[in-house]
C-alpha cells in the first residue's frame, strides 16, 4: 500500500490542523495514525476500522482528534482540535488488511513519510 500524509505545519495551541492520508493498493482493514517525537518511540494516536468506520484513540488524544476515512477516495483524515505543545510529533499514517485493532505500531505498514505538526505555546 502506497500512503501520502499531508496536512502538517506549525499552529499555536488552542488552534487545529486536518491530517490527510491517501492510500493506494490493496484492501485496507484498519488505518491508523501514528506520531513520533524526537527520541521517542511511535506511538499510537487513533485508528478506524474501515468496514464499519468504529474509531479508537489514545486517552492523550480523546475528545480532541477525530479520525475518518473516505471510502470513495481511499482516504483517511485526522481532524485535531485543541492541539497542545505535547502534540509536537511527526505523524504517520499506516495501514493493515486485517481489522481487528492492533495499537502497536509493528502491525501497520508506513509506506510513506510523514507530515510536522509543530505546535507553539
Known amino acids: 500500500v502506497q500512503l501520502q500524509a499531508s496536512g502538517g505545519g506549525l499552529v499555536q495551541a488552542g488552534e487545529s490542523l486536518k491530517l490527510s492520508c491517501a492510500a493506494s493498493?490493496?484492501?485496507?482493514?484498519?488505518a491508523a495514525w501514528f506520531r513520533q517525537a524526537p527520541g521517542k518511540a511511535r506511538e499510537f494516536v487513533a485508528a478506524i476500522r474501515w468496514s464499519d468506520g468504529s474509531t479508537y484513540y489514545s486517552d492523550s488524544v480523546k475528545g480532541r482528534f477525530t479520525i475518518s476515512r473516505d471510502n470513495s477516495q481511499n482516504t483517511v483524515y485526522l481532524q485535531m482540535n485543541s492541539l497542545e505543545p505535547e502534540d509536537t510529533a511527526v505523524y504517520y499514517c499506516?495501514?493493515?488488511?486485517?481489522?481487528?485493532?492492533?495499537?502497536?505500531?509493528?502491525?501497520?505498514?508506513?509506506g510513506g513519510q510523514g507530515t510536522q505538526v509543530t505546535v507553539s505555546s
Open positions: 499506516g495501514t493493515r488488511n486485517s481489522p481487528v485493532i492492533h495499537y502497536v505500531a509493528r502491525s501497520y505498514n508506513f
Open positions: 493498493g490493496r484492501t485496507i482493514g484498519t
